[in-house]
């Protein structure tokens, strides 16, 4: 006779794990799983689910986000999912609380900022290490919390590629100065947000420019950045206006290297399509060409504003996106087209020239850019500030493993 089949261990009910985790949390996991009614989020079904072995991956190879895996006792976090198994409310409860506190001093201990420099335009973005009720809440925002765990996506999506190419490198003996250049370039990614922040990053070391929000890259363009002697800076602030039929503001230098020879060569102002102002006030006069000493201006022993009017050719194109930093830098339109089909796209005084600006205009404004008038600088308030990161990421993938795009602000080191 066959022996009888061996009964399915029946799931305990919810409410008896729900109690056990009661029991068991104190400090922020209580606050975090009351406010969710201590519903779990590893345990599935009376089962510990695919994301606890995702977490165990991270955590063991921690090594490769610069921290020691020794500091989350893998294997005592082995053993309470082990002890799970058993399907015992009080040893479930023991399991999803293991879990979600090694899971938030991971994220901490990710988000703690490292080598990196960045200029916050707004002190608000500089980044602060999470509390413990903040990653867990977090985790808990998206409707997938096994995609949130598989994806890391409470990191760029630059630091995720950065971090699986210092594994690549450390496996393939990379040199110490390829390692230190490697993770510099982590510690640059490590600052910036996850996806479901909305927020613009732009890469100044490849000319491209990303945008995020609801966990997802929404969209990417490519860019003109500085060149290497007017470089765009590692700055983060809020991108707060869109700036339509936009005058260009023509730098100091420029002003003195270009406008002021051609003036005296006998180009007129009108015809650079260019106007003069007394001053960089509110209310500035406008200058007759014949009131301006060019030689001065041209030796550098006088400065003058000039500005660029709006139009097709206008050097910001037809909109501008500005957010408050001290080192004047914004995004803008260009008419410059064939620049962005370059390979090397290092040629601005700073700023970020965008492929498609109504394309990113239409995402941070909500709605599609319209210019109602000829109206020259037009305002319009974004509806929410939009946090904007500029970067220097060199490090890429190849089919060898890991590469270096030329350092062409000598920022690597």
Request: with cysteine; glycine share 8%.
């Amino acid at each position: 006779m066959a022996a009888p089949a061996k009964a399915a261990r029946a799931a305990p009910a919810p409410d008896a794990v729900a109690n056990a985790m009661r029991e068991e949390a104190g400090g922020d996991l209580k606050r975090f799983y009351a406010e969710r009614d201590f519903k779990p989020m590893w345990v599935r079904s009376g089962k510990i689910g695919p994301s606890a072995a995702t977490l165990i991956g991270w955590l063991e190879s921690a090594e490769f986000d610069g921290l020691k895996p020794s500091s989350y006792d893998v294997d005592a976090l082995r053993e309470r999912i082990a002890g799970a198994r058993s399907g015992d409310p009080q040893a479930l409860a023991r399991a999803e609380l293991a879990l979600s506190d090694s899971f938030a001093r991971y994220v901490r201990d990710q988000r703690r900022p490292g080598k990196a420099k960045m200029t916050y335009a707004d002190k608000a973005l500089k980044p602060k290490r999470p509390d413990e009720l903040t990653v867990l809440r977090a985790a808990a925002f998206p409707k997938s919390f096994d995609a949130y765990v598989k994806d890391m996506g409470w990191m760029s999506e630059q630091y995720v590629r950065l971090r699986r190419l210092v594994g690549h490198a450390e496996k393939q003996g990379a040199s110490k100065d390829a390692m230190a250049r490697l993770r510099l370039n982590l510690d640059r990614a490590r600052i910036l947000p996850g996806p479901w922040v909305h927020h613009v990053v732009v890469d100044a070391s490849s000319g491209q420019l990303w945008y995020y929000g609801d966990g997802k890259r929404v969209g990417m363009m490519k860019v003109v950045v500085g060149a290497p002697e007017t470089q765009t800076p590692m700055l983060a602030g809020n991108l707060q206006w869109a700036i339509l039929n936009p005058y260009w503001n023509v730098p100091d230098y420029l002003a003195e290297k270009s406008i002021a020879p051609k003036v005296l060569a006998g180009r007129s102002l009108a015809s650079l399509r260019m106007e003069a102002l007394s001053d960089w006030g509110p209310n500035p006069r406008k200058l007759a060409q014949s009131e301006i000493d060019w030689q001065a201006v041209a030796s550098g022993s006088q400065v003058l504003r000039l500005r660029e009017l709006p139009g097709g050719a206008n050097s910001m194109g037809k909109v501008k996106f500005l957010f408050p930093n001290k080192e004047g830098i914004y995004l803008h339109d260009t008419p410059q087209r064939d620049l962005l089909a370059k390979p090397d796209r290092h040629f601005s005084n700073g700023c970020i020239r965008l492929e498609n600006a109504g394309e990113l205009g239409q995402w941070l404004l909500q709605r599609p850019i319209r210019t109602k008038s000829k109206t020259p600088e037009q305002a319009v308030a974004l509806p929410a500030e939009v946090p904007v990161y500029l970067t220097y990421i060199t490090a890429v993938a190849t089919d060898g493993g890991v590469a270096f795009r030329n350092d062409v602000y000598d920022r690597d080191g």
